[in-house]
Nanobody, 119 residues
Framework: QVQLVESGGGLVQPGGSLRLSCAAS????????ARWYRQAPGKQRELVAS???????NYADSVKGRFTISRDNALNTVYLEMNGPKLEDTAVYYC?????????????WGQGTQVTVSS
């Protein structure tokens, strides 16, 4: 079992910066792929960024060049650095930990943190 707790959300101005954190507990976090999703009102949840156990990263086209995902396995934490946020980045951001095993796929979610981009 993995417990995920997001923090760092809030109100940010367009063009500003914000860093989200996701603290993991309950298992060896380094064994899990970590991902950030977001869900805006009236829209489906979408994948924003992912980082593998080997630190390979991938981003949605909409955030490429503006957001950076990173992880600190010693602290069991994954981060999402948001630079130059836009109004359309407003959403609830969710942390996800994923690990395929021989018999199943372990998949855990945090409770989400609200990010509002507004002037």
């Amino acid at each position: 079992q993995v417990q995920l707790v997001e923090s760092g959300g809030g109100l940010v101005q367009p063009g500003g910066s914000l860093r989200l954190s996701c603290a993991a507990s309950g298992s060896i976090f380094a064994r899990y792929m970590a991902r950030w999703y977001r869900q805006a009102p009236g829209k489906q949840r979408e994948l924003v960024a992912s980082i593998t156990t080997g630190d390979l990263t991938n981003y949605a086209d909409s955030v490429k060049g503006r957001f950076t995902i990173s992880r600190d396995n010693a602290l069991n934490t994954v981060y999402l650095e948001m630079n130059g946020p836009k109004l359309e980045d407003t959403a609830v951001y969710y942390c996800n930990a994923l690990r395929p095993t021989f018999s199943t796929v372990e998949n855990y979610w945090g409770q989400g943190t609200q990010v509002t981009v507004s002037s």
